[in-house]
T-cell receptor, first 109, second 109 residues
Framework: DVKVTQSSRYLVKRTGEKVFLECVQD?????MFWYRQDPGLGLRLIYF???????EKGDIPEGYSVSREKKERFSLILESASTNQTSMYLC????????FGPGTRLTVL | QKEVEQNSGPLSVPEGAIASLNCTYS??????FFWYRQYSGKSPELIMS????GDKEDGRFTAQLNKASQYVSLLIRDSQPSDSATYLC?????????FGSGTQLTVLP
């Protein structure tokens, strides 16, 4: 079974803090993705990566950056958290079929 | 125009009935098609994938694809209250998935 894990299920941060969300997959997948999901807006792609040290912007990259130093690990960074980044963050990995991690519910106060 | 559209919900069916979920997509180059189930507060879970025209059955689930009509559907036979969830249609073009906004299904006991 594919396993995608995320570092935290719930996270509370203050405005202006730097936030790291980590994602690890154990299936040697090339592709990894970060989404956010908000009520009424659906799943929106933030960034994705198709190889180590490679990254591509998704639909809403502003305010975020990513890092992929190893194939199994893909990190999402909020350089200076803001209240409008309060959301559910979902990591996924794929060869063809895409599998999601459990999600991190981030609250920025 | 949205790239992936799903029939607006919510959809309610009685227990034991067939639930029919529909999805249309705009890009004729789309290659692969997926259905995800998402329970409230949880991450999306892949339940069906389909790659060629026709039907694909897996237990109580049947996915149907018609590329000429740019249409994909999911039928759930013998619906159970545990099937109550939001169902997301996803379409793959190149490395990315594009998701529909989801259809909320309620199965009434």
């Amino acid at each position: 079974d594919v396993k995608v894990t995320q570092s935290s299920r719930y996270l509370v941060k203050r405005t202006g803090e730097k936030v790291f969300l980590e994602c690890v997959q154990d299936m040697d997948h090339e592709n990894m993705f970060w989404y956010r999901q908000d009520p009424g807006l659906g799943l929106r792609l933030i960034y994705f990566s198709y190889d180590v040290k490679m990254k591509e912007k998704g639909d809403i990259p502003e305010g975020y950056s990513v890092s992929r130093e190893k194939k199994e690990r893909f990190s999402l960074i909020l350089e200076s958290a803001s209240t409008n980044q309060t959301s559910m963050y979902l990591c996924a990995s794929s060869l063809n079929e895409q599998f999601f991690g459990p999600g991190t519910r981030l609250t920025v106060l | 125009q949205k790239e992936v559209e799903q029939n607006s919900g919510p959809l309610s069916v009685p227990e034991g009935a067939i639930a029919s979920l529909n999805c249309t997509y705009s890009d004729r180059g789309s290659q692969s098609f997926f259905w995800y189930r998402q329970y409230s507060g949880k991450s999306p879970e892949l339940i069906m994938s389909i790659y060629s025209n026709g039907d694909k059955e897996d237990g109580r689930f049947t996915a149907q694809l018609n590329k000429a009509s740019q249409y994909v559907s999911l039928l759930i036979r013998d619906s159970q209250p545990s099937d109550s969830a939001t169902y997301l249609c996803a379409v793959r073009l190149a490395r990315q998935l594009t998701f529909g906004s989801g259809t909320q299904l309620t199965v009434l006991p």
